[in-house]
């Protein structure tokens, strides 16, 4: 049993504040300004950390459902990424009154002369897109809020009972989560060419948040071990969060490949006017930077055994990661909404306004309780890991 | 000299003691690997990096196969599209490349461990191809050294021992 208490350097909390008034600055002047614009920030930003957040989960429930010894140690790591969904869900709430400035589905010009949106109105309309928020954030919240608690009751009772409570929600949160974060992303991203659908967007799109969610818990597990904490961190650990980011990447380049490679084949204008609308002048270069940094990189610079475990070959790799996912987005984004490559102050700024609030709402809930779970039945295994 | 362990934790301890002499450790047979003795054989492979280029060679050669065979050599028009339809020779090409690697693996590993079909095997123990964990020690073939030894192995659990002067095989 390890008493190990995460306390919050006073430095960090006032970054992070710091870069919340960045945000909040960005977006004043930006929705003064140029509203579409910053609605599309917005979405994007949103969409971002709840991926990371759902895709920490839903690493969470892997590793009970494998019944995973190794990554006992690290496990409140993603349960205080997962914390960001509450607040995630108020932001989309809020999204209800950008909807019309994203969306062409939700315009009733548009609707009333254009019979595809005529035949997805049932389904794509305002009213039931905001009640799917509401139950799909509701879900999410409460599994991962209930998953929490048990993992807290065991750290002070103790027993198998709590681990095999843990691994049936898992089941169960999985199975809600693959239906749930797929109708996510087609109705936040897809829907934003209405006229367009892709049967492998949603499989692409929870595969993303899974890697990049994987990076993301591997980055903060080792900005912690470098401050002094989590020190049962051993190259085998690092070898098994490589293996995650390995093993995702190349899944999302398969699945990137997939899209592109059937569409640009089959050749049918409904399915390829998401990729002519993206083949010219910047979008057409962040096509191929984003798979470069997605999948090009991590595949060929983790694929050493000697990288794989290795912080300082990793890192590069992470924050290269994270960079490939504002990418992956950027190019859904604006060619839908906003039609041109627009990048600035705004663009930047409002990223760190939701990087500092998601590192606040991560740095606060590893505070709450001991870094490492006290009696998690597969603790001594994951501290002796070894391979 | 053969000695035949239960368990893996005595045959680690022997391992160890019998490694710290500096008796040379011919092989071990074990029912799965076990990682102390993978280290302490001090084997390294370097068949991953064999792998590694034959994917590579696999990989250029199938692209540079097909782009030869629809480009080069005959060219046909298939409803408009470009001769070098790129995109679509990747799948080929991923499939392509793992049956080369995996075939080449396996020639090159059969060649270096000397592994071929009908070879009459090498049973040290018949233990050794069951439950038991199995370690052949090299002796220099004098008496003390031999005592040691097998005093060393039953130390240290070992359920039978067998001397043979002569390399088995």
Known sequence: MIEEKFVIPKKLKLATYVLIAIGLVSFGWGFVTDPQRSWANYLLNNYLFVSLAVGAAFFISIQYI?????????????????????????????????????????????????????????????????????????????????????????????????????????????????????????????SLQVHWFSTIFAAKMFISAFLHGAAVITLIVIILHKYGYLQVLNRSHLHDFTRYMFMLSIVWGYFTF???????????????????????????????????????????????????????????????????????????????????????LLEIGSWLGFAGLFSLIVITYLAKANLVPKNHPYLEESIHHHF | MIGVFDNEFDLVKAFE????????????????????????????TRISHAAFFYGLFGALLVLGGMYYAAVVSWPLNFGGKPFNTFPSFIVVTIVATILIVTLATLFTFSARAKVFPGKQARIVHPAATNDKFVMVLLTDGSAEEAAAL????????????????EPHG
Do not use: C
């Open chain 1, 66 to 190: 494998a019944q995973a010894g190794w990554s006992a140690a690290f496990k409140r790591i993603p349960e205080a990424m997962a914390a960001y969904l509450p607040f995630a869900a108020v932001f989309f709430l809020l999204l209800l009154f950008g909807v019309h400035s994203l969306y062409e589905w939700s315009h009733a010009e548009e609707l009333a002369h254009d019979h595809l949106i005529q035949h997805k109105s049932p389904y794509l309309n305002v009213p039931f897109w905001g009640i799917r928020i509401l139950l799909f954030f509701g879900l999410w919240i409460l599994l991962t809020k209930w998953m929490r608690k048990i993992s807290l009751k065991e750290d002070r009772e103790g027993g198998m009972r709590y681990f095999y409570q843990s691994e049936h929600l898992s089941k169960v949160f999985i199975f809600i989560v693959a239906v749930s974060f797929s109708a996510f992303s087609v109705d936040m991203l897809m």
């Open chain 1, 258 to 344: 997939s899209q592109f490679m059937l569409i640009w084949y089959g050749n049918i204008p409904e399915e390829t006017s998401y990729y002519v609308h993206r083949w010219h002048g910047p979008f057409q270069i962040l096509f191929y930077v984003s798979i470069i940094l997605n999948w090009f990189i991590p595949f060929l610079f983790l694929m050493p055994r000697s990288n794989s475990r290795s912080k300082l070959a990793m890192v590069p790799v992470i924050i290269l990661l994270i960079i490939g996912q504002y990418v992956e987005l950027y190019y859904e984004i604006w060619p839908a909404t906003l039609h041109e490559a627009k990048f600035g």
């Open chain 2, 17 to 44: 003691k019998v490694k710290a002499r500096g008796v040379k450790i011919d092989e071990v047979y074990t029912p799965y690997p076990i990682h102390e003795i993978l280290e302490g054989m001090g084997k390294k």
């Open chain 2, 150 to 165: 097998e005093r060393i192995l039953q130390e240290n659990g070992a359920s039978e021992i067998i001397k043979q002067n």
